[in-house]
Nanobody
Framework: QVQLVESGGGLVQAGGSLRLSCAAS????????MAWFRQAPGKEREFVAV????????DYSDSVKGRFTISRDNAKDTVNLQMNSLKPEDTAVYYC????????????????????WGQGTQVTVSS
């Protein structure tokens, strides 16, 4: 059973920073790409960032590129999202997700490629 638990969300002023973490359990972290998605009220879930199973490759949505950084610690089965220069439009529930393909060659940002999801953590950025 794969479990993903996000933490680190909260309320922050525009221009501030937050660091989200996602802890995986079930010995199913190693070998899988991990991603962050977000969903704002009334909007569809959207891709934010992805990191390869090795940690050597990353990709970001254009809206967060240069402000957010994804990282992973394979020894601790965690993936993090450092969010800087936050904007009110970053307000959403943030979800971490695990790829369903082991040792994928490349990266994917399609939600249907992710088999496991956390419960989400709320990020609110005030103006």
């Amino acid at each position: 059973q794969v479990q993903l638990v996000e933490s680190g969300g909260g309320l922050v002023q525009a221009g501030g920073s937050l660091r989200l973490s996602c802890a995986a359990s079930g010995r199913t972290f190693t070998g899988y790409a991990m991603a962050w998605f977000r969903q704002a009220p009334g909007k569809e879930r959207e891709f934010v960032a992805v990191i390869s199973w090795s940690g050597r490759s990353t990709d970001y949505s254009d809206s967060v590129k240069g402000r957010f950084t994804i990282s992973r610690d394979n020894a601790k089965d965690t993936v993090n999202l450092q969010m800087n220069s936050l904007k009110p439009e970053d307000t959403a529930v943030y979800y971490c997700a695990r790829d369903h393909v082991r040792l994928r060659d490349g990266l994917t940002n399609f939600p249907h490629e992710y088999a496991y999801w956390g419960q989400g953590t709320q990020v609110t950025v005030s103006s």
